[in-house]
């Protein structure tokens, strides 16, 4: 059976970030994706407009459904949430029967790249969340506001940063250095060691970077690969998406299957 990913993110119906962009690697990972709203949010390729959180109930009742009746779910993504009311229902979730086996895959979203706040409350807002991340996904600017920490400037305080977040309860924290001076670093921090993933760097940027490489990663672990495997392929799923002239035209994706006549 095709492993399923549930996502919990916002909806961007521009397709750059959020939901689309989590589904499109979630397939690409070879996994089913499973996508609950947390937010409907009025974005374009160059602005979020506005953002609007869903109730609390009308999130919870989302993955419920699913994790009661689309399991077995083999893992948990989390992007943008909104808001700190839903981050706490969702923490509330991690012993839920349908969900507890699954690897939890935990994106902690703050702010656009464009600037945008994405969830009221900041960085406090994913407190709850950290005991119940397998991995956790920040960037520099979001382990320096989840750790209380300057921003690292390099692989060193990258570490540092991550090791504080374990003391905090995630298994695991995965430290994104997209936006590091030179080479692209992410630092795959676990209680045993770190690993070091150093990349290319794509001229340019691209909007979602950060939803796909953590629901490429949730769908690689759901198939039943390893935290650093995973997290290696993820890397690699973004550098292809990163070199993509038209991002609509997914790295690794199957071409769609014409009927037989
Ligand atoms: N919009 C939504 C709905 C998102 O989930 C996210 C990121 O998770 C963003 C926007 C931010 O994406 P970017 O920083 O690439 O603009």
Not at 229 to 251: H, N, S
Request: aromatic share 2%; charged share 20%.
């Amino acid at each position: 059976m095709t492993p399923a990913v549930l996502v919990v993110a916002g909806l961007d119906p521009s397709g750059g970030a959020g939901l689309l962009a989590d589904v499109e690697a979630i397939r690409a990972a070879g996994a089913r994706p499973l996508a609950c709203a947390s937010a409907i949010t009025v974005q374009t390729m160059s602005a979020v407009r506005s953002s609007h959180p869903l109730p609390v109930e009308q999130v919870v009742a989302q993955v419920e459904a699913l994790a009661e009746e689309e399991g077995p779910i083999g893992a948990v993504k989390l992007g943008m949430l909104g808001s700190a009311a839903v981050a706490r229902a969702l923490a509330a979730l991690r012993d839920h029967p349908g969900l507890r086996d699954a690897a939890w895959v935990i994106d902690p979203v703050i702010r656009s790249s464009s600037g945008a706040a994405l969830v009221d409350g900041g960085a406090a807002a994913y407190g709850p969340l950290l005991a119940a991340a397998t991995v956790l996904t920040p960037n520099l600017a979001e382990v320096a506001a989840l750790a209380g920490v300057v921003e690292p400037e390099g692989v060193e305080a990258m570490e540092a940063a991550g090791r504080r977040l374990l003391a905090s309860g995630a298994a695991s924290v995965l430290v994104k250095g997209g936006h590091l001076e030179g080479a692209p670093v992410d630092l795959l921090v676990e209680p045993g060691g770190s690993r070091a993933f150093i990349g290319v760097r794509r001229p340019g940027t691209k909007r979602g970077t950060g939803c796909r490489l953590a629901s490429h990663l949730a769908g690689r672990l759901a198939a039943g690969v390893g935290r650093e495997e995973a997290a290696a392929e993820a890397k690699g799923y973004v550098f292809a998406y990163l070199g993509a002239t038209d991002e609509r035209l997914l790295p690794g994706a199957h071409p769609p299957r014409m009927a037989p006549r």
